[in-house]
């Protein structure tokens, strides 16, 4: 925020040097209207509408982009919470098949080495 600040303190700074280095009268016409402005004024005055109509421009642009961005996360969102809900769904069965078969590998393991008698030595 300080750098677009002081952009603009130095372009005001230099547009106010050139305007003043600039004094000669020029005639604008305009569809039916005419002015007489110092040369510099009005190059001023044409140089600030084109930049407030390009910083108009960028917002309507801004916002394009922002709802472009609103979609993509939107999307992003519902495929999340797809995967969460397959997440679920992946764990439960996991949940309902281990109910089924009470004895796992690892018990069924500890239970056979308690029966062998040489406790894994060999001799």
């Known amino acids: 925020m300080k750098s677009y600040v002081l952009a603009i303190t130095v372009t ?13 009268d020029v005639t604008v016409r305009f569809l039916v209207f005419e002015w007489v402005l110092p040369q510099g004024v009005w190059e001023v005055l044409v140089f600030c509408a084109g930049a407030a109509i390009m910083w108009i421009f960028s917002i309507f642009s801004m916002f394009e982009a922002r709802g472009k961005y609103k979609k993509e996360l939107k999307a992003k969102d519902e495929r999340i919470a797809a995967v969460e809900k ?16 009470p004895m796992n590998e690892d018990t069924a393991r500890r239970e056979n080495t308690k029966d062998d008698p040489t406790d894994g030595t060999v001799e």
């Open 86 to 101: 397959e997440k679920k769904t992946i764990l439960e069965s996991v949940a309902a098949s281990r109910s089924n078969f």
């Open 12 to 24: 005001m700074f230099l547009s106010a040097l050139f305007a003043f280095q600039n004094i000669g």
